[in-house]
């Protein structure tokens, strides 16, 4: 277990300027609806893995009336704890580690976070797109040049879809970008295989909740066989060049990758009720879980906001059951009560306004 031992903000949202200490077991942020509890997890979060679960947009994050944040962390590394620093202002973004500034690949090696929100539900309710986000920001966490991998494949998409925009284009001014396009898709979709398979080999297939076995399918736009011929994939994008040409877009590559989540052979977004929607999600996060800790040693910290809003008691016990204990857990609700009995010990946050007002 590596925890998070304390948190730092300045300018963060509607957060008091403040530091805040927690304990290696569970911390529970109690309060009414919009005092900031979910701003304080949202804070954890953007300092240990910069960014923010709630925006894509970190500016957001910056207190009304102000024009630069910073949020930090100190994370327990056996006998090497690190501190995080996330800074933003004017000039832009700056990561630091250790009062150092970093790259992101080094800054996200120092701790693995999964946060667990009730919006989450969109990653089966809504399009590919979410469902590719969320598996990238996974495998993120797992291997942390992957975001430098899905950075220069994106740059290539940028380049060649202004390129597409730009007018009529030669196919010999194409095909470098072309190139370009399919080398870097070998990378990704060979690595969202690997990430697959080991949530597979991980043995944690099963649904926890009732039974039914979650399969998880990635479908390739341009498939790894193919793929594995550059001069084939080349000759598919050539094919498709006049299409793209009218369309202005690249119309190939894993920014257009899909995957569906089956129960049954049948796709859960469209056939799942709401119930079995949210226990294949809860399913699918321990899943993950069990992956972490099979490839790290441990399991990733862990945030629920707002636990009691999506799941009922026996789901909560079954998470619970699951977590407690075994990593640090942060968890926000406006009922504390409500889960009392089912944690074996809590460090309680009382938040109001923005602000701790009580810690036991």
Known sequence: ???????????????????????????????????????????????????SFRTHRLEECVAHGQREMRVGCRVARGSLPCRLEVRLGLPGKELRLDD?????????????????????????TEG???????????MVQLWPSHIQALAEYRRVVRQKNALLKSGPVRPA???????????????????????????????????YFSGETLEIRYVPSVGPDLLESEEAALALLEAHREREAVLQRSLYGPHLDRY??????????????????????MSLYFNVMELFRKEQGRLPVVMLDDVDLELDLARIRRLLEFLDGKTQLFLTTSKPEFLA????????????????????
Request: proline share 2%; net charge positive; aromatic share 8%.
């Open 1 to 51: 277990m590596m925890p998070i031992t304390s948190l730092q903000t300045w300018h963060f949202r509607n957060l008091a300027d403040a530091e805040l200490a927690f304990g290696p077991g569970t911390s529970l942020l109690a309060g009414e609806n919009g005092q900031g509890k979910t701003s304080i997890l949202e804070a954890i979060y953007c300092a240990s893995f910069s960014k």
């Open 341 to 360: 009995g089912l944690l074996s010990a809590a460090q309680l946050f009382q938040v109001r306004s923005g602000a701790v007002i009580n810690s036991i």
């Open 128 to 138: 590919p797109e979410s469902r590719r986000r969320f598996f990238d920001g996974l």
């Open 260 to 281: 569906e989540l089956l129960l049954r052979g049948r796709s859960v977004r469209h056939f799942a009720s709401s119930g079995q929607k949210r226990s294949v999600l």
């Open 100 to 124: 150092k500034a970093v790259g992101i690949s080094e800054f996200l090696e120092q701790v693995s976070i999964l946060c667990i929100t009730a919006d989450y539900i969109r990653i089966i």
């Open 173 to 207: 001014v194409l095909e470098p970008w072309n190139r370009k396009l399919v080398q870097s898709a070998r990378t990704l979709v060979a690595r969202r295989l690997d990430f697959l398979r080991l949530l597979r080999e991980t043995g944690a297939g099963e649904e």
